[in-house]
């Protein structure tokens, strides 16, 4: 009988890091703010008690050098979970993600491998200031050498956190900020799947909804109420950025034919414009309908006051599967 | 600035440099004979490399003529049990850790993107982006604080961490953020400051208006200036400021102040930005004559210069016939090592790129001689 916990994605992330820890001493989680006060999300709430301050510290606010110093310990035989505390922040880390972190096993031909999660709460919906709502995935999904996933409930979260860990490669785990707090069943006992593996959420038989992230519950949403107008949506979490489970989301286009990608991210050169480009090549026959994409417009992360407007929401959705259905 | 030898190579000690000059006298005449030999050998690597290069066997080369002192020195003050994270000009110090000279050849030919094995030989690859290294030595650094390290009294098993930097790189907020990091968690980390005076076309004094040595102050990282021309004073200052961050007294920062007697690659040209009547200047300050006349004046005769300048010739003649041995990389290893573990998109092109390739048959790109057959030179091990 497995062992089912009630948590918010928040305290399922926290358990994830405390069992990795737990198990394994050379992981050291190091952040801006993230050791007495458990970090402005409070997701490594507890853990600088519980493990100390040699495995759990507070950093200079130096995005950089949170990412460079973990390229250093990955050397030493560490494996870091460093914590970026918002989206709009981590580009002072760019550099160093891109050009050593991801290139690093690459230069070495092997011999040096990258064992480093970087956490990056994502995504708009919290009526923040500017560079606290935005959705880089896209960057680091371009560069090679990085893996990248994305948590939509709590027991992917609590798993894929582990899961992203033990890889020996960089890992960027984009956490959906506006979900931390929803709560859902998490299964301590067996792992839902791999974390680059997409799931199937609900199954349906009109149109498909490729999404991740805070999107996955708006689409569970949006399938609901497609449902009550005859509509059937299949919904799968992709889980999963980079590398991208396009076998799941072919087979699902097998059956329904038609694909809409969602996610919060704006649309132009994203995650959701390479699912539609290689499903169009991967199942171009079995598509009634050109895969449509909805997502935040091509303009700055706006005004907190706009930004239900730009996010999309179960209508904006809706309305790509009618205009999908109308092929 | 500390200076142990002149420019005539007179060894003289200022009172306050005594703490250095006690570990020149530690040297033997076997130690100097050596520096000597690596500095030639080093110089004469570079020349030949320069050479390759305009004759189209090399992409770049990136001469390090004039601070073979600085390199030479440091890299044997390093212990075998340290760790040194590199820029790009560091041939000196690399040859002092036993990197094959070669791999350093493959790699600014284009045969790969490092060419050796960093755990192997704790010499880190060369770092092309500026400044980067210095926060993974700051980290590498903190690694061995957190093991405990450092600061145990045991200097034989204790171990420090060096990065070399060059003038222009300190300007790269990263090395500001290195040597914060490194100065709160008190890290066994050297900042080695090759101060060669030319950021490409820039002077120093246009980059910074406070001398580099002083740079770390701020940050908690105490420095000072040697003679990056003498290659006693760099052994010593670096041999006693490792020392010190093995015995857990934190970052230290060294600026050597050196010249970059050749260009700042193969692809520029100083002559647009600098005097001739500079470079003499410096030409006359020269590390390499300076510890010659050193030498000389210790009682070291023909003999050793002949033998030294023969092994000159017999490198270059080394390195010439390896480097047109060499073989281009077989195209899969630009898939091989992008990730340690499955990756579908990886395969799927890999495959895709073999399938396409063999429909040239024996034209195929995929078919070269083996690269691991090609001889190693220069190596001091």
Redesign the interface.
Known sequence: MANFVEMTIAKAINAGLRKAMTENDKILLFGEDIAELGGVFRVTEGLHKEFGQNRVFNTPIAEAGIVGTAVGLAMRGYRSVVEIQFDGFIFPAFNQITTQLAKMQNRSEGATTMPVVIRVPYGGGIGAVEHHSESPEAYFAHTAGLRVISPSNPNDAYWMIQQAIASSDPVMFFEPKRRYWQKGPVNLDEPPAGMHTARVLREGNDVTIATYGPMVTTAMQAAEIAAEEGHSLEVIDLRSMSPIDFTTIVNSVKKTGRLVVAAEASNFVSVSSEVAARVHELAFYHLEAPVLRVGGFDVPYPAAKLEEIFLPDADRILEAVDRALAY | MVQLLSPEGEYSVAPQYAEYAKLVQELSEADFLKFYRDMARIRRFDFEANALQRQGQLGLWIPAIGQEAAQIGSGYAVGHNDHI?PSYREHGVAITHGIDLMSILKMLRGV????W???ETRF??Y?I?LG?Q???????????K??GKTGTGNLADDQAVITYVGDGATAE??VS??M??AA?HQAPLVFFVQNNQWAISSPTHSQTRVPLFQRGAGFGVPGIRVDGNDVLACYAVTKKHMDEARGGNGPFLIEALTYRIGAHTSSDDPTKYRSSEEVEYWKARDPLTRLEKFLRRQGIGQDFFDEVAQAGEQLSEEIRSATFALQNPPAQ?MF??????Q???IEEQLAWLEAYESSFGDQSHLTVADPSQIPNIGSVH
């Open positions: 994270f790969n993107h490092g060419g094995n960093p755990d880190h690859l770092a982006v980067t210095t926060l993974h030595a700051a980290g590498y650094a903190m690694g061995v957190f093991d907020g990263e953020e290195a914060l990091f709160n290893n091989k090592y992008v990730y340690s573990e990756h579908p998109l």
